[in-house]
């Protein structure tokens, strides 16, 4: 049976696309008959002279992704001294990104593996802005970095998918006269809640026009003025209950409000 080759990968970083660069290479040459050995997190000569030891003693080759310039100057001179095939497989792009757009690279490992890590942050902050929406569950208070409440139409949905855009775990709860709020309301600090309040007459125009899409009467209960009134007073007694801070979101587009949000916030955690 063939021996298999010894592909050495070096990173500074997890080495993970490394590994993907040199088993696609590796399909072209029958993959089976090549073995990747990764060597991840590497950030001093003594790693380095490591690999070039074993590459040197079984004749392999080196692939590496290292950013910092000491290192890979290092790795570049040992290779060349010891006779090893090592391929650089940033540098070229790099290169060609620092020409074409007139601008230096970071020379920071691991900035892939934290935007990857920032996506997934955002899409289960998303996850659970979906799950805890409109207190569909209480539970969910209890875990958001942000609660919102306020009476209907008041855009905590929207603000709540914005701000989970941002990374931020919101949970958003109405206030309705006929409910009681959740109790988990009141066993949070302050600190994790906004309350949004709005003038009675632009929630009344609001309110109308959100019957009208739904094809219904304007002159319904929940257009009333009166009934606008009871919700406020309503919600209003709740948020000084709570003690939480209020943001009025009257003719404020959702991201001047988040942007509202995130500085009160900002300001209450630094107290």
Do not use: W
Not at 126 to 137: L, M, N, P, S, T
């Amino acid at each position: 049976m063939k021996q298999k080759q010894v592909v050495y990968v070096i990173s500074d970083s997890v080495g993970e696309t490394a590994e993907l660069v040199v088993k696609a290479v590796a399909t072209q040459f029958n993959g089976g008959h090549v073995e990747i050995r990764r060597n991840s997190y590497v950030d001093d000569i003594e790693d380095i002279e490591d690999v070039i030891l074993l590459a040197k003693r079984g004749n392999s080759l080196i692939a590496y992704t290292i950013v910092i310039p000491a290192l890979k100057e290092y790795l570049d001179k040992r290779a060349g001294e010891e006779g090893i095939a090592a391929v650089d497989l940033l540098s070229p792009l790099m290169s060609a990104f620092t020409d074409k757009f007139n601008q230096e690279p970071h020379h920071q490992p691991g900035l892939m593996r934290k935007l990857d890590e920032e996506y997934f942050r955002k899409i289960e902050a998303i996850e659970f802005a979906v799950k805890y929406d409109d207190g569909r569950d209480p539970r969910g208070i209890l875990k958001a970095d942000i609660v919102l409440i306020g009476v209907s139409r008041t855009s905590k949905t929207p603000l709540s998918m914005y701000l989970a855009h941002k990374r931020f775990k919101v949970a958003n709860v109405p206030l309705v006269p006929e409910v009681p709020p959740p109790d988990e309301l009141f066993q949070i600090p302050r600190k994790n809640c906004i309350g949004l309040i709005i003038s009675p007459d632009k929630l009344n125009e609001i309110r109308k026009e959100r019957l009208k899409a739904l094809g219904l009467a304007s002159q319904a209960n929940y257009a009333s003025f009166q009934r606008i009134l009871d919700e406020l007073d309503y919600a209003e007694k709740i948020m000084k209950r709570v003690g939480c801070p209020v943001i009025n979101v009257s003719n404020k587009a959702v991201e001047e409000t988040a942007g509202l949000i995130l500085d009160v916030l900002k300001k209450e955690r630094s107290l």
